[in-house]
């Protein structure tokens, strides 16, 4: 069965950079990568996606592995507005649905 | 304008009521989607409209009634809730089904009594 693994919590110091993991071992060579965070009190919001190599815009990072059975969201000086709940969503089986799994709670330490 | 906006941002409703939620975008986005959060759980799909037609229900009771009456709004028709669908609804736009990069609106935290 399909499954997507991220760490359900992770805390940094603020302006510090972050990795946030994400485990996809069941990926198809097709399947993009989604990443999306959710601020307190706010909806979803997309941070970035990829397919093979390596991803960069002007929120974060986006490293994945060669083999692509994991990901890494970088943010490269953690502010304290980046306190969110983080998403790692693998294209895989959902077809055309993108779907949440519970995601990694980020806390950002002054 | 990358914004979706959802009102009312906070609904109170009993269980006899008859309420909409609204949402709109202005982003020329063809695909527009309804999740349903409940507190401290992910946002679970609930529907997609692609181009205005109803493309995907997740097997939503009923009492849940999309319309996407033109490709700028979507609007949720709620009647005979129960306490349990008390939740945080969220709509969600995107250029097209196929494109993943959605946006979203704010929600509006439903009540229902």
């Known amino acids: 069965d399909a499954k997507t693994t991220q760490p359900n919590s992770m805390e940094s110091n603020e302006e510090e950079p972050v990795h946030l993991p994400c485990n996809h071992s069941?990926?198809?060579?097709?399947?993009?990568i989604h990443w999306y965070r959710q601020l307190p009190s706010q909806g979803p919001e997309y941070v970035i996606h990829g397919l093979t190599s390596n991803v960069n815009n002007r929120m974060a990072s986006l490293a994945i592995a060669e083999d692509r059975k994991s990901s890494t969201l970088i943010l490269h000086r953690a502010t304290l507005r980046d306190a969110a709940v983080y998403y790692c969503?693998?294209?895989?089986?959902?077809?055309?649905?993108?779907?949440f799994g519970a995601g990694t709670i980020l806390r950002v330490k002054s | 304008d990358t914004e979706v906006t959802q009102t009312p941002k906070h609904l109170v409703m009993g269980m006899t009521n008859k309420k909409s939620l609204k949402c709109e975008q202005h982003m020329g986005h063809r695909a527009m989607y309804w999740y349903k959060q409940k507190a401290k759980k992910p946002p679970e799909l609930m529907f997609v409209?692609?181009?205005?037609?109803?493309?995907i229900n997740e097997s939503v009771p009923s009492r849940f009634s999309p319309e996407c009456p033109n490709s700028s709004l979507l609007n949720l028709h709620l009647h005979a809730l129960q306490p349990e669908d008390s939740a945080l609804y969220l709509c969600?736009?995107?250029?097209?089904?196929?494109?993943?990069?959605?946006?979203f609106g704010s929600g509006t935290q439903l009540s229902v009594l």
């Open positions: 409209y692609s181009y205005e037609k109803l493309s």
């Open positions: 069941t990926i198809s060579g097709t399947d993009y």
């Open positions: 969503i693998p294209d895989m089986e959902y077809g055309n649905k993108l779907v």
């Open positions: 969600a736009s995107s250029q097209d089904p196929l494109v993943k990069k959605l946006f």
